[in-house]
């Protein structure tokens, strides 16, 4: 048997052409078939073990009905998953877990250099951190459906998925908790900097009582870069603080529904809002907040839109944090800003570039906070958004229509 599988080491190229085979070939025994499939969920890491997988199927009957069995499942129509990259593994963690009853579906995970290779098997891709560009779609053969687990999808070429009339899609943030979650990383990320959270590391390891000497919420004024669903909650969590809440957005709409604070009150936008801005407006109300929240989309108009007149225009001291895209901030003039001390703290969730670099100079600044982009990873949401994965996949199946996305095209 061990030999058997070691003629299957190999590329996730050759673990495609090995589950081809299985589907196809009448000649393999019960065992072997139990061996090839546990090394395959193995190397895609599937909780499956092949030791395990061996001593079911040696206690198991390996008589004609059991073949005949395996034989029908794998001829069947089976509707492909792909999640790309190992990054976020709870994304592909908890959607494996949801779809563990649906036979049909298959969900694998693909290194980033291994997908152009494979895309042409699948019709289901969620791209993660991975580029998904015209080439890379032109070998999308199967693809019906590329879509984000989350809200970003900034690194899918819309236009060229169009042209080969494959949808794009976004997960909604303010139904799965996404925004939520993220709203309450912004508050981490302020509390952090102003009660001065390295300073606070520091003086445990010097056994030092009483420093330092922290700052309040209360009474500070924030700005809220991009009021979109992050913005909304940040404000609904921000406003029993005690601060002024002043924010931009391109298109105010009249918001018609109401909503509850801790105060157990019904409350409209305007209640929320201090003062309301458009786009144009953003030195402005940089110049008046203590703090600065990012909560913009990444789009070629926003791109380094925090840059050096950004930081002229902000006040002596301030914070900026970070919750959104790190394309949003420009790397030269965020250096420099702290360097010169006119920036008071900076706290990031996302960065330049992805995953961080542990010895980036930044890093080296006492007030900085940065975060492994996590803001919207938390067990409600993620398991939110591994239903509406899940949930899509079935109905991509099924042939029904999709529901709980955001379809862009």
């Known amino acids: 048997m061990c030999r058997f599988l070691s003629l299957f080491s190999g590329t996730t190229m050759k673990l495609m052409f090995i589950r081809r085979c299985m589907s196809s070939s009448s000649s393999l025994s019960n065992i072997q078939r139990r061996l090839v499939t546990a090394f395959i969920n ?18 198991s009957s390996a008589g004609s009905m059991g073949n005949n069995e395996e034989v029908s499942k794998t001829s069947e129509h089976v509707t492909r998953v792909l999640f790309c990259g190992p990054d976020f593994p709870a994304s592909h ?5 949801y779809l563990s ?14 997908v152009p290779g494979v895309i042409g098997n699948y019709h289901l891709c969620v791209s993660k951190n991975l580029r998904v560009d015209s080439t890379l779609l032109s070998n999308a053969n199967k693809m019906k459906l590329v879509m984000q687990f989350g809200v970003g999808i900034e690194g899918i070429d819309v236009n060229a998925a169009t042209k080969y009339g494959i949808k794009v899609a976004r997960i909604p943030g303010d139904v799965t908790g996404n925004a939520a979650s993220c709203a309450e990383m912004a508050i981490y990320l302020m509390l952090g ?3 001065k959270q390295i300073h606070m590391r520091n003086s445990i390891k010097q056994k030092k009582l009483g420093e330092p000497v922290g700052d309040n919420l209360i009474g500070k004024t924030v700005f809220i870069m991009g009021f979109g669903n992050i913005g909304l909650e940040l404000a609904k969590r921000l406003k029993p603080f005690g601060v002024k809440i002043i924010a931009t957005k391109r298109i105010w709409v009249s918001y018609l529904d109401t909503f509850s604070i801790l105060d157990g009150q019904n409350h409209g ?8 801005g458009s786009h144009n407006d953003i030195y402005k109300f940089a110049s008046i907040a203590d703090i600065v929240v990012c909560c913009l989309s990444l789009s070629r108009e926003t791109a380094a839109i925090v840059n050096h007149s950004f930081f002229t225009s902000m006040k002596k001291g301030a914070y900026l944090v970070n919750v959104a895209r790190g394309g949003l901030l420009d790397y030269d ?14 706290g990031i969730d996302v960065a ?8 980036d100079p930044i890093l080296k600044f006492p007030n900085v906070l940065i975060t492994p982009h996590v803001a919207g990873i938390t067990e409600h949401s993620y398991r939110s958004m591994a239903k509406v994965v899940g949930d899509v ?5 099924e042939g029904t229509p999709l529901t709980g996305i955001e379809i862009v095209n």
């Not at 963690?93 to 877990?97: Q, S």
């Not at 702290?338 to 703290?345: A, E, N, T």
């Open 42 to 59: 193995n190397t895609l890491n599937s909780p499956l073990s092949a030791h395990k997988i061996v001593s079911q199927a040696s206690s």
């Open 193 to 195: 900097l102003l009660r």
């Open 352 to 359: 330049w570039s992805e995953p961080f670099d542990p010895d």
């Open 333 to 346: 003039a965020v250096a420099s800003n702290l360097k010169s001390g006119h920036l008071g703290g900076l």
């Open 101 to 114: 009853e649906h036979r049909h579906i298959q969900v694998d995970v693909i290194p980033f250099a291994d």
């Open 393 to 397: 996949a079935i109905q991509l199946h």
């Open 269 to 276: 936008i305007d209640d929320l809002v201090d003062k309301k």
């Open 93 to 97: 963690i908890y959607t494996r877990e």
